[in-house]
């Protein structure tokens, strides 16, 4: 059975899947296969959209100047996001001309495989730190009421263990 | 048994793994999505089976053709892995996330663990693209190649 074929046959209804909504990170692992997928991002901050995760954190947390530390955080994360995500459609770019050339070598592109993997490197790198100061800037609790998905209707006390 | 078949008069139809079963069954279930809402896993089939549509029309030497479709099967299987390899590090990165108590060394061995898989699906892949390449001319590769990056560009971590 073609599997194309039996798509067409198949229910027209959708998942939700592309209907998330944007992601705290979009960052596609197109081009995974030679590293330039910044893999696990979105995961690393729970994968939550950035309106919903300010949210949570504006309803976690009651101090305004803790608020705006873990605003300021989430501006560098997606600040970064976008900076990786131009790096990755050139990247990207690079990787697809290579492989659309039929006299391409698997030297050719061994240049690319290095700089993909490169390029995953540091993404992980700065996410990690970026999940990392986030975490030291919420409580255990406000953590769970931020990324548990139970995010807390009332505000966490900063105090809060 | 799963098969992909060529159009072709002298069409050859070639086995599928039963392993593939599953994904096709899951892309299935899902429903025939248009543009970005389709699941990544529907994105590859679908390129694919656009690959081996153009295979049918462009490459006349059946055998030839038959080694293309190897080609892409092979690519199939092994984009299908990688992509239930992103969908469980995707899981599992959101639990551990959630876990205000993780700590670095986890988040580590978990992104570690799903890179060794993508440098082995990788090289899989690639090897797959310089089958392609051998197996055809560059004219045929004009027409082709457009599927092989919509279906590696389908792979994502959502």
Redesign the interface.
């Known amino acids: 059975m073609r599997a194309g074929t039996s798509q067409r046959r198949g229910s027209r209804r959708c998942s939700g899947r592309g209907q998330r909504g944007q992601t705290l990170i979009l960052i596609f692992l197109g081009a995974v296969l030679f590293g330039a997928a910044g893999a696990g991002a979105g995961g690393m901050f729970g994968g939550a959209s950035l309106p919903v995760l300010r949210t949570h954190v504006r309803e976690a947390m009651a101090d305004q100047d803790l608020r705006a530390q873990v605003d300021r955080t989430l501006d560098r994360v997606v600040a970064s996001a976008k900076r990786y995500d131009e790096d990755r459609k050139r990247f990207e770019a690079d990787v697809f001309a290579q492989l659309a050339r039929h006299d391409a070598t698997p030297a050719d592109l061994r240049p690319l495989v290095v700089r993909g993997d490169e390029l995953h490197q540091r993404i992980r790198g700065e996410f990690l730190d970026l999940r990392f100061e986030l975490r030291g800037q919420l409580t255990r609790a406000q953590w769970h009421a931020v990324f548990a998905g139970a995010a807390a209707s009332a505000p966490v006390p900063a105090s809060a263990p | 048994m ?4 060529l159009r072709a008069a002298d069409a050859v139809v070639i086995p599928m793994r039963p392993v593939l079963l599953g994904a ?1 069954a899951a ?7 248009a543009g ?4 990544p896993r ?1 994105k590859i ?2 390129a ?3 690959m ?2 153009d295979v049918a029309r462009q490459v006349p030497d059946p055998a030839r053709a038959a080694r293309l479709q190897q080609s892409i099967d092979g690519l ?1 299987a092994d984009l299908n892995e ?1 992509q239930g390899a ?1 969908d469980a ?2 899981a ?3 639990a ?3 876990n ?2 993780a700590t ?1 060394a986890e ?2 061995q ?2 570690d663990d ?2 060794a898989d ?1 440098r082995r ?2 090289e899989r ?2 090897r797959h ?2 089958e392609l ?1 051998g197996a ?3 004219d045929e ?2 027409q082709l ?2 599927h ?2 919509d279906a ?7």
């Open positions: 799963r098969q992909f078949r096709v892309a299935i279930a899902l429903g025939a999505c970005k809402s389709q699941p529907q089939a679908h694919l089976q656009e081996s549509e199939d990688l992103a590090l995707n599992r990165l959101r551990l996330n959630a205000p108590d670095r988040f580590v978990l992104l799903f890179d993508r699906l990788r892949v690639l693209h310089f390449l055809t001319s560059a590769w004009a190649s457009r092989e990056r590696l560009g389908a792979v994502s971590l959502q």
